[in-house]
T-cell receptor
Framework: EAGVTQFPSHSVIEKGQTVTLRCDPI?????LYWYRRVMGKEIKFLLH????????ESGMPNNRFLAERTGGTYSTLKVQPAELEDSGVYFC??????????????FGPGTRLLVL | DQQVKQNSPSLSVQEGRISILNCDYT??????FLWYKKYPAEGPTFLIS?????DKNEDGRFTVFLNKSAKHLSLHIVPSQPGDSAVYFC??????????FGAGTTVTVRA
């Protein structure tokens, strides 16, 4: 069974440009999460989808970030316009939803974003 | 406001000995705790978890201990192997799915 995949693996852009990150969760996983790790610090939650609905977007830093999950399958995270402080590693994770919470989240390899 | 803390950024241990990683949390509402292992340029890989109704969970060489009164958990790796060299993250949730992570502890296993 394929794991969580993310594209691209790396992205280098200039301040003010737009970047779109993609995440394909494990097949059958209704829960999809985005996290970010900045400069070797802790991994921070950004938002959570259940199928195509945003369940919790309390971790989104500002309105320059837009996440979508059309059809409840893959998800995209767009940063527009990118700022220097957006640099970091963006992780996607997915888990099943059996209505009990405490489901293990499986992470993708991450997208390393560098804004110059 | 970091609710999960790993106060030791690094740990060096000799192959075959025990590795003990520590994690403290501040939110008493956390009811599910996990440890993830991360190699460079890869995503975190799930290692072991524990529910707040337990105080110990064991899986092969890995054991997690939970002390709710002290808001502390630890991961024991016995015996440590060279392939265990990685960054270990402690994480916690309040049954609302999102994880709060510590900053990680880099483990180096010496031959």
């Amino acid at each position: 069974e394929a794991g969580v995949t993310q594209f691209p693996s790396h992205s280098v852009i200039e301040k003010g440009q737009t970047v779109t990150l993609r995440c394909d969760p494990i097949s059958g996983h209704d829960n999809l999460y985005w996290y970010r790790r900045v400069m070797g610090k802790e991994i921070k939650f950004l938002l959570h989808f259940v199928k195509e609905s945003k369940q919790d977007e309390s971790g989104m830093p500002n309105n320059r970030f837009l996440a979508e999950r059309t059809g409840g399958t893959y998800s995209t995270l767009k940063v527009q316009p990118a700022e220097l402080e957006d640099s970091g590693v963006y992780f996607c994770a997915s888990s099943q939803d059996r209505g009990r919470g405490q489901e293990t989240q499986y992470f993708g390899p991450g997208t390393r974003l560098l804004v110059l | 406001d970091q609710q999960v803390k790993q106060n030791s950024p690094s740990l060096s241990v000799q192959e075959g000995r025990i590795s003990i990683l520590n994690c403290d949390y501040t939110n008493s509402m956390f009811d599910y705790f996990l440890w993830y292992k991360k190699y460079p340029a890869e995503g975190p890989t799930f290692l072991i978890s524990i529910s707040s109704i337990k105080d110990k969970n064991e899986d092969g060489r890995f054991t997690v201990f939970l002390n709710k009164s002290a808001k502390h958990l630890s991961l024991h790796i016995v015996p440590s192997q060279p392939g265990d060299s990685a960054v270990y993250f402690c994480a916690a949730s309040i049954n609302d799915y999102k994880l709060s992570f510590g900053a990680g502890t880099t483990v180096t296993v010496r031959a």
